[in-house]
């Protein structure tokens, strides 16, 4: 029970320092969110969703999940929806290996959030969900953002390869990046 707590602690103290850092605030349905994720990340041996990913691409998982009955089509969006924010924020090394960058990872797990937005805005039990995840489609690069700074924090990040970060700073404009960047003495024209 202790370790528990403190994983919960640590999740929330690195968050909450990466928002002071970033200057930026996220909401508290959105925050108590990445905390859950984060803590099911460390917790369990399956996160990354293997029985409905099966080493397909998550496009394809998502494209699937439309045509599932209701309960799988639901379970397999989220797992588009969080695998996407973990390897577009927490774990972004992972994305050199693939064919896609950050980007595509980004816009997937948008679009899987927002489908589960619109599923749950039709029914009026269920408008703490609906409003959960439009919440998490608006404020997706901000989540990005603050895992890529508990990613940077935690050596995760390959902060030597410049020209990685500045195609991520171009797709995406996540302080990390630019940070790296700057670091680097690389000013892109578009910098702002």
Not at 91 to 116: A, C, K, N, W
Request: hydrophobic letters at 45%.
């Amino acid at each position: 029970m202790e370790i528990v707590e403190r994983f919960d602690a640590f999740f929330v103290d690195e968050i909450e320092a990466a928002e002071r850092r970033l200057n930026i605030e996220l909401r508290p349905h959105v925050k108590l969110y990445l905390i859950h994720l984060l803590k099911r990340l460390s917790e369990q041996r399956d996160f990354f969703y293997s029985e409905v990913v099966q080493d397909k691409p998550l496009g394809i998982v998502m494209l699937e999940a439309l045509h599932k009955n209701i309960f799988e089509k639901l379970r397999d969006l989220k797992a588009v929806g969080d695998l996407s924010l973990i390897f577009s924020g927490l774990y972004p090394e992972h994305l050199t290996r693939r064919m896609v960058d950050i980007d595509y990872f980004i816009e997937i797990g948008r679009r899987s959030y927002h489908l589960l937005s619109d599923f749950y805005s039709g029914f009026k039990s269920k408008q703490d969900l609906f409003t959960l995840y439009s919440q998490l489609v608006a404020d997706f690069i901000r989540l990005i953002d603050v895992l890529t700074e508990i990613s940077g924090e935690l050596h995760f990040l390959d902060e030597m390869d410049v020209a990685k970060a500045l195609r991520r700073w171009k797709a995406t404009r996540i302080s990390k990046y630019r940070e790296i960047l700057e670091r680097e003495n690389v000013i892109p024209w578009d910098f702002q």
